[in-house]
C-alpha cells in the first residue's frame, strides 16, 4: 500500500515541473489571451468589460477581411505547390533507392535554416533593381518583375519561397510513406501487367492519401499562422497586401497597443488552425486503410 | 523484353536527370548566398551578378566592427542553450511518466503551445514579465523558448522510452529500485540517442524562432535572429555583411540537422511519421 503510495508519488514528483510550467506558460496565458478578447483597453490603460464587442468590430474592419483572404491565398497557394512537388520529389528520390548522406543533407538544408535567413537571402535575390532572379529573366527576354514590392504579386512570391523552403520536407514524409507501402502490391501491378503511370496513379498515389494528409496537416498548422518569413521581408506591405492575420494581429497589439482587439484576432486565428488540424485528422481516418 | 529493359534505363536516366536538376534548385538560392558573402561591396550589387570574383573576408571582418554580432551571437547562445536544458529538465522526466503510466493527455496539451500562433501567447506573457519587471531578461527569452523545446523533447523521447521492454522496470522494481531511481539510473541511459536527437532538434527550433525575442529582447538581449531585422535596415546598403551575417546565422541549425538527419523527419513530425 505504502509502496504505491510512494509510486504515485514519484511519478507525480517527476511529472509535476512539466505541468507547473504548462500551466503557467501555456494554459494560463491561452485562457488569459481570451478573457482579454472580451475586454477594451482604454487610453489610461484601465481594462474593461465589453462582451464580444471585439468580435462585432471584427465583422465590419476590412483589414480583418483583407488579412482572412491573404491568409487563405497563402495557405492554399502553398500547400497545393508543396504537396505536388514534394510528392514529385519523393517518387524520384523513391526511384534513385540509394542516397549519399550529402544528397540528404543537401535537401534538409532548406527548411532547417532560419525562415529569416530564408527571408534575407530571397531578398536579396529577388531585389526588383539588382537581384539575381530579374537578371535571369530579363537574360530570358522575360519582363522583370517586382516580386515582393509588387502588391499583386507579392502572395505568390511568398508561396515560392515558402515552397522552396519546405518542399523537400514535404518530400520527405512522402517518401517515408512510400518506403512503407508493402512492395507485395507492386509485384502484383507487375505481374498484371499494369504500366508505369497506371500503378502511380492507380495504387501508389491512393495507399499515399494518409500519409499526404498528414504532411498536409503539418504544413497547415505552419502555413495559417505565416508569420517569420513575411515580418522580415515586407512587413505586410506593400500597401497590406501580405498582410496575414497572423501579422495584422501583431500590428495590433504590438504597434497600435490595441490588447483586447488584438487577442480577438488571435483566437480567431487560433480557431481556424485547430477547426483546420481537426478537420484534416478526421480525413486522415476517412481515406486510412 | 530487350525493349522493356532498354526503356527502364532511360526511365531511371530521366529520373536521376530530374533528381540533379530538383537538387540545383534547392541548393542554388543558399549557394548565392554564402557566394554573395565573400564578394568585395562593390561587386555583390553589381549587375549584371557576377559568378566568378576574388573572394574576401572583409564582410565577415567587419561584421564585429559595424554591429554588435558577437554580442548578439552569445545572446543567442545562451536563450538557446538556457531553453534547450530547461527543455530537457523538464521534458525528459514528464514523457518517462507517460511512457510508464500511458496517460498522455498532458503530453497532448504541450501541443497545443506547438500548434497555437505564437502570438497568442505573447500578449499575456508580454504583460507577465512587465509585472515582474523581467522585459529583456535572458529568464523571459529562456522560458518562452522552453515552450517550444519542452514540447519537442517530450515528442521525441515518447517512442523511445516506450521502446524499453516493460519487463526491465519490473527488475528492477523487484530488486527495491524507486520509479525516480529507475528514470536516471536505466531509462535515461537507454534513451540516450533519444536525448541527443531531442537536445539537438530543440536546440535548433530555439535557434530559429524569431517572435518571442523580437518583442521580449532589448538590445541587450537581443538574439542573432532577432537583430537580422536591424540587419536588414542597415543592409540595404551594404548586401556583402548582410549575407555574411545570413550565412553565420544559418550554419549552427545547417550543422546540427545534418548531424540527426536520420531522425529529423520522425522528429520534426513528433512521431506522425517514421522517416
Known amino acids: ?289 | 523484353m530487350t525493349d522493356l529493359a532498354s526503356n527502364d534505363r532511360w526511365f531511371s536516366r530521366l529520373n536521376t536527370l530530374l533528381l540533379i536538376l530538383a537538387g540545383i534548385i534547392v541548393i542554388t538560392p543558399t549557394a548565392w548566398m554564402v557566394l554573395s558573402s565573400f564578394k568585395q561591396s562593390f561587386e555583390v550589387t553589381a549587375y549584371p551578378p557576377t559568378l566568378f570574383f576574388s573572394p574576401t573576408l572583409d564582410n565577415y571582418r567587419s561584421l564585429s566592427d559595424t554591429t554588435p554580432f558577437p554580442q548578439y551571437a552569445l545572446n543567442s547562445m545562451i536563450v538557446t542553450v538556457g531553453s534547450t536544458s530547461l527543455g530537457l529538465l523538464l521534458g525528459a522526466p514528464a514523457a518517462f511518466v507517460a511512457s510508464w503510466t500511458r496517460i498522455t493527455w498532458p503530453a497532448v496539451v504541450t501541443l497545443v503551445a506547438r500548434m497555437a500562433p505564437g502570438t497568442l501567447f505573447l500578449l499575456p506573457w508580454y504583460l507577465m514579465f512587465r509585472q515582474f519587471d523581467m522585459i529583456g531578461s535572458y529568464w523571459a527569452l529562456i522560458l518562452t523558448h522552453a515552450v517550444i523545446t519542452m514540447p519537442i523533447v517530450i515528442w521525441v523521447l515518447l517512442p523511445f522510452f516506450d521502446n524499453i521492454p516493460r519487463s526491465v522496470y519490473e527488475a528492477a522494481q523487484v530488486d527495491g529500485c524507486s520509479p525516480f531511481r529507475i528514470f536516471y539510473r536505466i531509462a535515461l541511459p537507454l534513451v540516450s540517442s533519444g536525448l541527443a536527437v531531442s537536445a539537438i532538434l530543440a536546440f535548433v527550433f530555439s535557434w530559429n524562432y524569431f517572435l518571442f525575442s523580437l518583442v521580449l529582447s532589448n538590445s541587450d538581449t537581443k538574439t542573432l535572429i532577432a537583430a537580422s531585422f536591424n540587419f536588414i535596415g542597415e543592409g540595404s546598403t551594404n548586401w556583402g555583411g548582410l549575407m555574411a551575417a545570413a550565412t553565420l546565422i544559418a550554419l549552427p541549425p545547417l550543422i546540427l540537422a545534418t548531424i540527426v538527419q536520420r531522425w529529423l523527419i520522425s522528429g520534426l513530425t513528433l512521431g506522425a511519421v517514421k522517416g
Open chain 1, 1 to 289: 500500500m505504502s509502496k504505491s503510495i510512494s509510486l504515485r508519488g514519484q511519478m507525480a514528483a517527476m511529472s509535476a515541473p512539466s505541468v507547473i510550467f504548462t500551466v503557467g506558460m501555456i494554459a494560463f496565458p491561452f485562457f488569459y489571451t481570451i478573457w482579454l478578447s472580451f475586454q477594451t483597453m482604454s487610453a489610461t490603460g484601465t481594462i474593461r468589460y465589453t462582451g464580444a464587442a471585439n468580435y462585432v468590430r471584427m465583422v465590419s474592419d476590412d483589414q480583418f477581411w483583407n488579412g482572412l483572404t491573404i491568409t487563405a491565398a497563402l495557405y492554399f497557394l502553398s500547400l497545393v505547390m508543396q504537396l505536388i512537388c514534394g510528392t514529385a520529389l519523393a517518387l524520384l528520390l523513391f526511384r534513385a533507392k540509394k542516397l549519399p548522406g550529402i544528397v540528404r543533407s543537401l535537401f534538409i538544408s532548406p527548411f532547417m535554416m532560419p525562415p529569416v535567413v530564408a527571408g534575407m537571402m530571397w531578398l536579396v535575390i529577388l531585389d526588383p533593381s539588382l537581384g539575381a532572379a530579374n537578371y535571369i529573366l530579363t537574360s530570358f527576354g522575360l519582363p522583370p518583375s517586382e516580386w515582393l514590392a509588387s502588391p499583386g504579386f507579392v502572395v505568390p512570391t511568398l508561396a515560392l519561397i515558402d515552397t522552396w523552403q519546405w518542399t523537400p520536407y514535404v518530400a520527405l514524409i512522402v517518401l517515408g510513406g512510400l518506403q512503407s507501402l508493402p512492395p507485395s502490391v507492386y509485384e502484383a501491378a507487375e505481374i498484371d501487367g499494369a504500366s508505369k503511370f497506371k500503378t502511380l496513379y492507380r495504387i501508389t498515389l491512393p495507399l499515399l492519401l494518409p500519409t499526404l494528409v498528414t504532411a498536409a496537416v503539418l504544413r497547415s498548422v505552419d502555413l495559417l499562422r505565416f508569420f517569420d518569413l513575411i515580418y522580415i521581408t515586407t512587413q505586410g506591405g506593400p500597401a497590406n497586401a501580405s498582410s496575414t492575420l497572423n501579422i495584422y494581429g501583431f500590428r495590433t497589439g504590438f504597434e497600435f497597443f490595441q490588447l483586447g482587439y488584438a487577442s480577438a484576432l488571435m483566437v480567431t486565428l487560433s480557431v481556424i488552425v485547430f477547426g483546420a488540424v481537426l478537420v484534416l485528422n478526421r480525413l486522415r481516418t476517412a481515406v486510412a486503410w
